[in-house]
Every structure is written in structure tokens, then in C-alpha cells.
């Protein structure tokens, strides 16, 4: 399977703990986004790197979040000090800009976070 | 800012039949792309279809259409012939084109449930 993976799938964690996610995007793609996706709702952009810069990080990023995407490869996704309102899913995506006027996102599977 | 709205909450079908799913948007950008994406009960995200702004012919992808109309700011997906597996959550998007910025606004979505 060539797709967009993600790491782990489901993740049940207490408030206060620390976690982290991978992200490991279709090989040739350069830019790789992360979303966060709560009950009802569409995704809401996070952060997207090109190859190894991040480019642009959303005002719901807030201090307890990082990301980073070493080498241009697989991405992680940091949270610490997890609270009750980070409970959602987190939608990784990768693309390849640049070489035409489409730029298509494809997903991965997600990973769901619950803290208790 | 760019704003996606879905004001189909749900929608039903019956099998074999077409279906509209509505979009419209607002955005200060001259040039920009429109998305749908399919999200299943698994959770992951399944691009569908594309359009430009600046395309004059409405996009399609097999059974998808996407009846674009740039001065009622619209971007409607049509679905023909319906199948069972159609049932699903259904995501508007668009993204900038102006800049390199190419994260993605979604709507709230709209479920759609196909009936035999």
C-alpha cells in the first residue's frame, strides 16, 4: 500500500500525559498538512510542511503542540500536557505542489485521540 | 479568508438515483481550487473532484460532477446513480491559489445515505 499511513490509529490517553503521532506520507509528495477533525465537523488545518520547513503553523496550534517533519519524510505530531478538549481526530495528508495547477491533499486513516 | 458552507446537514437518496450535494463559498482570492472529498464510517478522507477557478468546463470523475457556478460562488457535487456504497459523509473544500498556501478550508459537511 503506497497511501498516506498514520501511527497509531487510536490513542486513549490521561489528561497531562504527552503524546505523539506519525505521519508518514506518499513517497514522492513534498508538502505533508495536518488537520485535526472534532464530532460534526470538517477538518481544520493545523500546520503543513515543504520537505523538511514548516511553512505555516493555524492559531489552534497552540504551545502544548509541535511538528516536525525530519528529512522531508515522515512527520510527528507532539502534544503535551494533553487536556480534555484535544480529544478528536488527527488527519495527516501529503501533496505535490509544484508541478501542476492541481494540488489534490490525500489522507490518511487518522488517529483518534481520546483523553479522559 | 475563505469560508465553505454546506447547509445540508443530511440527505437521503434512493438507490440508482442522482443526487446534488450543495456548496458555496467566499473568498477574497482571484484564483483558488474547489474539493470533495468522501469520508466512510472508517474515518479516512477520499478525494473525489477538482475545479479550477479559472476552469470553464465543470469538472468530472466518473459518476462525480461538480456543477461549478463562479458568480453564485457555487460548487455543487452531483453524484449519478447512486450506489449503496455512496453512503457516507460528503466535504466541501477549497484552497488558495494566490500564494503557495495551499492548506485547505473545509464545510461542516453533509451526510448522505443511500436507501435500496
Known amino acids: 500500500d503506497t497511501g498516506v499511513s498514520q501511527d497509531p490509529r487510536h490513542k486513549i490517553t490521561k489528561r497531562g500525559q504527552n503524546v505523539t503521532f506519525r505521519c508518514d506520507p506518499i513517497?514522492?509528495?513534498?508538502?505533508l498538512y495536518w488537520y485535526r477533525q472534532t464530532l460534526g465537523q470538517g477538518p481544520e488545518f493545523l500546520t503543513y510542511?515543504?520537505?523538511?520547513?514548516?511553512?505555516?503553523k493555524s492559531r489552534l496550534l497552540s504551545d502544548r503542540f509541535s511538528a516536525e517533519r525530519p528529512k522531508g519524510s515522515f512527520s510527528t505530531l507532539e502534544i503535551q500536557r494533553t487536556e480534555q478538549g484535544d480529544s478528536a481526530m488527527y488527519l495527516c495528508?501529503?501533496?505535490?505542489?509544484?508541478?501542476?495547477?492541481?494540488?489534490?491533499?490525500?489522507f490518511g486513516p487518522g488517529t483518534r485521540l481520546t483523553v479522559t | 479568508a475563505q469560508k465553505i458552507t454546506q447547509t445540508q446537514p443530511g440527505m437521503f437518496v434512493q438507490e440508482k438515483e442522482a443526487v446534488t450535494l450543495d456548496c458555496t463559498y467566499d473568498?477574497?482570492?482571484?484564483?483558488?481550487?474547489l474539493f470533495w472529498y468522501k469520508q466512510p464510517s472508517s474515518g479516512e478522507m477520499i478525494f473525489l473532484i477538482y475545479?479550477?477557478?479559472?476552469?470553464?468546463q465543470n469538472a468530472t470523475e466518473g459518476r462525480y460532477s461538480l456543477n461549478f457556478q463562479k458568480a453564485r460562488k457555487s460548487a455543487n457535487l452531483v453524484i449519478s446513480a447512486s450506489q449503496l456504497g455512496d453512503s457516507a459523509m460528503y466535504f466541501c473544500?477549497?484552497?488558495?491559489?494566490?500564494?503557495?498556501?495551499?492548506?485547505?478550508?473545509f464545510g461542516s459537511g453533509t451526510r448522505l445515505q443511500v436507501q435500496p
Open positions: 495528508a501529503s501533496s505535490l505542489d509544484g508541478t501542476s495547477e492541481t494540488y489534490e491533499q490525500y
Open positions: 510542511f515543504q520537505n523538511e520547513a514548516q511553512l505555516e
Open positions: 473544500a477549497m484552497g488558495t491559489m494566490d500564494t503557495g498556501r495551499r492548506a485547505l478550508t
Open positions: 475545479q479550477g477557478s479559472y476552469d470553464e
Open positions: 513517497s514522492e509528495h513534498n508538502r
Open positions: 473568498t477574497s482570492d482571484q484564483s483558488y481550487g
